[in-house]
C-alpha cells in the first residue's frame, strides 16, 4: 500500500533514519524532457531549515536520478529518484524507543506490525513526503506542457488569516513549545474538462484520497465545502451560460468529471503533535507516563504542507490525465 | 472504475432507467450467513416515498441473489445482487434530451463519452446507491459478527441541527421549489485497532475516498475536522493513560491507522440540484436556454445520503480487515 | 479474483446450478454497437449438445443485456450481460455430496473454502465459460472494428491430426467410458504492433495467463513454442527485410510488444475428468471410495475450449489496446 | 506495468547502461530476517562470468538494502534493494543505435515508445532479472521457513539430456558463433494446499503468467503439459486413496489451486538472439541491413534462467499464500 496511482504509479521507500527515500514511478509517459535540477527546485521549496517559522533540521535532499531517464527525456519505463538520508541524528530519538508520543502514529506501527523503526517515526515520518514532492515534480513537468498549472498557499494559522497573523501564531507557539493547525488552499487552473471517471474514479473522491493521505489533513473541502450542508439549490447551483459557467461553487467537478472551470480545493491541519508541552502518554509496557518530546520540530506542520498538496495534485491529475486517454469517443465504426 | 476496494471488490452497474441495477462482490469471504431478508431490510430505509420529506417516487427495489451463495450461506464465489428496474418514467425526461441540468453530472458526462442516457441521469443517478447499499448490507452482516457497529444521522440542515429545525427547512425548501443542503455524521463503535495501511492505504483516505465518491458530498472531515485547523497541538492531541485515550481529536484514526475508539466522521452536502425555480443553462448546441426541472426529486439529498454513506464505511472497514489479515506480527521464525 | 484485465475489466459470476451466470464488463469504450444477437452468436458456437462430439446436455444460454448500452450502443458504462440458468438437474450430483472426483477441482475448493456448491462443480464448472464468452463477444465487435480477427481451432485430439482421426478418436473415448485430450491453435491477425508492456505486461505473458487460466490447460506455448528449446539462434530468429519479417518462430511477439505479425498460440488440454471408467478416491471423511461419474458429459473438452480461448485472446488484446493508449510518442514538448 | 504481484508487490526498475538496477518490495511482511548475504548468495547464481558455459562478461552484481529492515528484520515497510551498475561498456552497442537485433525487442521498443536507451538493451535487457533474483531471495527467505523448497536445473540444450550433452552442445555453439535453446524444470516441494484462487487469479495461470514473462521463454508446462493432448482420462486423472494421490500429471495444481504435491513446470526457451552469425536485418529508417552482433553473449540464455525462474516462482507462491490468508473458513458465525 505504498503505490498511489492506477496509471502513473508512484511507489515511495524509505524510513527516515534509514539509508535512503525514494520512489519509483512506473507509467510514466516517453519522451518528456525532465532534469535533476528541476526536480531539485520542487523539493528544496519543502526542505526544512529556510525561514524561522519551520524547523532549523537541515536535511539536504539532494536528489538522484537512478533510472528511466536517457539523454534528458524520460524513456517510458521506471523512473526511480533517490535522496540519501545525512543529517539523521538517531540518538534524539532514543528516549522514544519505549515511550508512545500522543498524536503520532508510533503506537498504531506497533501494534500492527509489532515491530518499528522508532528513530524519528520512521515509516510514518513527514520525510516521506520528499518522495512524493520529487515524484510530483516529474508530473508537473508534464502537467505544465498541458497548460495545467497548481498554486497552493497556507491561508490560515490558528484561525489568522493575514501573512502577519499568521507569522506571529507561529512564532507564539514555537516560542510556547506549543504549535497550531492551519489550512491550505489549492487551485488547479488549466485543467481541461473530462478528467475523472464515475463512480468509483470520481476526480473529486481522488483529490480527497490523495489529500486526506498527507499526514495531519483533518478535512477536505472541495468548492463550496462545508458551506455547501448551509446553502439552498438556487443559491449553489453553478447556471450556465454560452459564455461559461456563471460561478464556482462545484470546485471545478461536477458528478466526479472535472468542468474545465478551476479546481478549488481546502485542507484543515492539525497542529504539530511534537510538542515540548508535559502530556500524558503510556510505554510499550502500558504504563502511565508523561513526556516532552525533544527535538527540532516544525512549530506548524501546515506551513510544509504546501508543497506536498501540490505535488499529491500533480499525481492525481497526471493519472487521471492518462486514464482519460482510453476513452476515444470516436473509437466507434462511425465517422 | 466502477469498482471499489482491493479485498472486498464491489462493482456496480446499471443506468437509472435501464433493465436493472446491480452489484458482484468478489473477495467475499466464505461461510458466513447472508439472506435476501437482511439485504432487503437496508434497502429498505434508502428506498424514497416513505416519508414527506423525500421525494414521493416509488421504487420497489427488491433485491435477488443471483450467486454466491448456497444453502444460506456465502461460498467465497462472487456474490451478484440484482435489483430490477419497474418504477421508471422515461418520458419525464425527454425534455432533458437536449438541456444540460445545472449542478448535475449531464454535460460532464456528454462531453467525456460523447453518448449519454439522459433518462433521469442514467449511470449518474442516485439509483446507482441502491446497488451499494445492497454490497454494504453483505458486509455489514459480516462486520456486525465482528462487533463493528455503524450509525450514521442527519445531524444539521441549512444550518439547523434540531429535528424540528431540520424538518421545516426540507418542507420549506420543498414548498418553495427549491432545495436545501444538510450534513451527516457517522460513528463506527467496535473496530478494532489496526485497520488501514501506510503510506497509501490509509484508513482515513479511504473513507475520504469513499465518501467524497458519493454524489453531492462536498466536504469530509475526520474527528476535529476543520476545526483542527484553529487548534494548538497541547489542545488537539489526544493524551493517553493506562486506561485509554483521554480525548478523541483523532476521530478513531492516527497515522491512517484505527486507534480502536470510535471513527467519527463528518459529511458536508450540498442542496439537490434538481429544482423547480427556473435557472440559466445551455443545450447540446451551445445555446442559451433557461431551464425548471419537472419531476419527484428530494428536497435535501442530505437526508437520503445516510444510509449510503453507512453502506460506503462498511465497505471501507471490510476491505481494510481482509487487508489486514495479511499483516501477522507472529509470521516470523521466532516464537 | 473473478475480475480479468486492468482497462477492459471483466468480472464474471454465477455457480452452474446457481439462479444464473453473467459478467460485468469496465471500461468498456463508449460508442460502438454490440447487440444481445451479435454476442447471442458467440454464445451458440459453446453451447453443448450440437453434434455427437460433445456432450448432449442441453442449456438455451440465451445473453440478456442488463446495462451499459443504449440505443444500440455501449454508453461507456458498465456493460452487465445475464444468463438464466434452465436446465439444471442437481439430483445427478447428488452422489458427489460426499465424494471427490478426480482430475477435478473439488477437493480443492473444499479444503480452501471449508465449504462447496457441490452440484456440477459450482463455480469451478466450465459453465463459467460461459460469461467469459459473452464478454468476449463484446471485445470482438470492437476488434473486428479495429481489423483484428481471432481464430481458433481444434488441431489434433489424442495425436491424431485430421479430422476424421480426430472424431474417430473422440467417438471410441466416449462408447468406451472415457475421455481424449486435445490441442486448441489459435491465429490473430490484423493485431497492430506496439501491444504489451515490459516488463510484468509482455503480451505473451498475458496471453500465457489467460490461455491457463481455462480449465483442463496444461500447457502454453507462442510461435515455435517447445519446439525452440531445440533449435540454434541462426535457425530462430526472425530476420527482417524491407519487405517485413522473414519468418515467424515469435509467434508475432517479441520482447512482450506485438510485431505486427499473426500472433501463435498453442493450448495443450487434457482430458475430461469426468468418466465412467471407476476410479480410486476419497470421501469428506477421508476414506477411500471408488467413483464412476454419471451424467452427460463431453469426451474431450478441447472440442469446447475453442470458443472460451478465442474469447480470452478477445479480452487480452482488447486490454492492451487500451493499456496502449496511455503511450503516446507525440506528448512532449517537441513537434 | 513494471509491477509483478497483488500482495508481494515487486516493482523492478534501472536500464542495463543506467545508474542503477534494482527492485521495491511492498507488502513484504513483518518480522522476517533478511541479511545482504542471503540476498547475494542468491544473485552470485545468477551471475555470469562464472563458467566457460555463460557470458565471461564480469558484472559486481553488489545488492544494498536501501529500506524496510531495521536490526536485520523486515519492518513490514517497502524493502529497496539498489544494484549499482558497474561494468558497463557502452561502446559496445555504438553500431546498435540504428540497426534493429533480429530477436530482439528493439523494434518493438523503438515503434511503441519513440525512444529507447539502446545501451545493451536498455530495459529488454537480461539485466533487469538481477532485481527479480533479489526479490525473490527475500521471499525465498520468508518461503522457507514456510517448508517451501524450490529447485530449478537445466534439463535438455538443444535436445540433449545428459549433462555432458548438454555441455558439448553449449560449447559448439559458442566456437561456432551461433547460440541454442534449453529447457529449465522447476520442482516446488512442501507447497501447502489451497493456494491459487479461482477463476482468474489460478495458481497455475499466475506461474503461467511469471514465466511466460521471463526473456525468451515460448513454452510453459505444468504436469503432464503438451503429453496431456495425447492422453486418456483413465491415464490422466490422478486417483486418490486415503494415503495420497496416486500421481501427479496435475503438477500439483487442480483447479487452479494447490493440491500439496510437487509443483511440476518446465520452460521451453529460445537461443539467445544475439549471435555473431550475419542475419537480414533493418535500420531506423528501414533500409535492408546485415548484421553481426558482437560482445560477450551467453551461447544458451537458459543457463541463466534457472535462477530467474526459481526467483519468479518464489514471487507467486509468496503473493499467493498472503491471499490466501485472507479466506478463512472459520471466520463465520459458527464455532
Redesign the interface.
Known sequence: ????GQ?F?V?????SH?????V?I??C?????ISTDKIQAFLDKRRPGQSELVTPRKEADKV?????V?EG????????L?IQNTSMISSDYEELKEV?R????????Y???????HRGG???SGR?TAARVAAGAVARC?LE?EGIIINGILS????ETTREGIEKAIIK?RDEG??????VSLVVSGCP??L???????L??????????I?GV?????????????????????????QGY?SN???GI??????GQDIIVRL????????Q?P????DLA???RVISVKGRHDPCI?VRVVPVAEAMMALVLMDAL?????????????P
Open positions: 500500500m505504498n503505490t498511489f496509471n504509479r511507489t515511495t521507500f524509505g524510513e534509514g539509508v535512503a527515500t525514494g519509483v512506473d507509467g509517459p516517453p519522451g518528456f524532457q538522484q536520478i537512478l533510472s528511466g536517457f527525456k524520460t524513456l517510458g519505463t521506471p523512473v526511480c533517490l508512545f500522543p498524536g503520532h502514529a508510533d503506537r498504531g506501527y501494534e500492527k506490525y509489532g515491530i518499528r523503526d520512521g515509516r510514518s516521506e508534464y506542457n490560515s494559522v490558528h484561525g507557539a506549543d504549535s497550531v493547525g492551519g489550512v474538462p473530462g475523472g471517471d464515475p463512480v468509483f474514479g470520481k473529486d473522491a481522488m483529490i480527497a484520497f490523495a489529500m486526506m493521505g499526514g483533518k478535512a477536505v473541502e472541495i468548492g463550496s465545502g462545508v458551506k455547501a450542508s448551509a446553502m439552498t439549490g438556487s443559491e449553489h447551483n453553478d447556471q450556465m451560460s454560452a456563471l461553487n462545484a470546485g461536477l458528478g466526479g468529471i472535472s468542468t484543515s491541519i492539525k497542529p504539530t503533535p511534537s510538542i508541552t502530556q500524558h502518554t503510556i502500558g504504563n502511565d501546515a492518462l486514464e482519460m486517454r482510453k476513452i476515444m469517443p470516436d473509437c466507434g465504426q462511425e
